[in-house]
């Protein structure tokens, strides 16, 4: 069949399809790993869904990047794989045999990190909620802003997909980056090994910092201290 020779397929067919080549792939690798949505959101928790937001948000992308909307939602990324700076996926197209999708992503500059660090050891709280599985709304404004912050901006993210698709981005590969935010959803550590991060030295720098901070103010004396004097006299005791 050649390009030009659409063959529709329904929903129905389309899934069937999917489902096919999943298990005829899980025959030669266990370890693939197709997306699945539950529900009607493809993301649902916070990482996933800004994920998805930071994506939508960039004027290059919010016109193509819902093509995948659909396709993601009816199982059509039969695996996605995340490694540093890495994503590969197979997308049920058309034809039987899926479609390879890549995607790379640029090693966030040392700068922009060191920056986001220096931020998050001002909000020692929000650190501690991100450690206990929270995430916490000091930090989103950090994490988000578009141009400094930690999700990247299109010019940092290229990809190609086998399909004959000429598009600046094909529904297959907006249906992979929609994958991801579905992925996120059970591990979010994957955003940082995406991303080249190493989460734990975000919390121990920040530790530290606001660590040193302290220690470096303990030998000041605060204003707001109340002398002996002014203690007896606030609680009516001579």
């Given at each position: 069949m050649g390009y030009f020779d659409y063959e529709y397929k329904s929903v129905a067919e389309k899934k069937a399809d999917a489902e096919a080549q999943i298990a005829k792939l899980r025959k030669k690798n266990p370890n693939i790993a197709p997306i699945v949505i539950e529900g009607r959101k493809i993301a649902k928790t916070w990482w996933g869904v800004a994920w998805n937001k930071n994506l939508e948000s960039y004027a290059d992308f919010a016109s193509r990047i819902s093509r995948g909307s659909a396709y993601v939602k009816n199982g059509m990324v039969l695996d996605l794989q995340i490694a540093s700076g890495e994503i590969s996926a197979l997308v049920q197209g058309s034809r039987k045999t899926p479609y390879s999708v890549s995607i790379s992503i640029d090693k966030m500059p040392a700068s922009k990190w060191d920056s986001i660090v220096k931020q998050c050891s001002r909000r020692i709280g929000g650190i501690a909620e991100l450690v206990?599985?929270?995430f916490p709304e000091e930090l989103s404004q950090v994490f988000l802003q578009q141009g400094t912050g930690l999700f990247p901006s299109p010019k940092e993210i290229?990809?190609?997909c086998s399909c004959p698709d000429f598009a600046y981005m094909c529904k297959h590969?907006?249906?992979a980056l929609y994958g991801v935010g579905a992925k996120l959803d059970g591990n979010?550590?994957?955003f940082f090994t995406l991303r080249d991060i190493d989460f734990s030295a975000l919390i121990k720098k920040?530790?530290?910092?606001?660590?040193?901070n302290m220690l470096k103010n303990a030998g000041k004396k605060s204003k707001r201290i109340i002398n002996d004097a002014d203690i007896t006299g606030l609680f009516g005791v001579e």
């Open positions: 206990d599985g929270k290229h990809f190609k590969v907006a249906a979010p550590k994957l920040s530790i530290e910092d606001k660590m040193a």
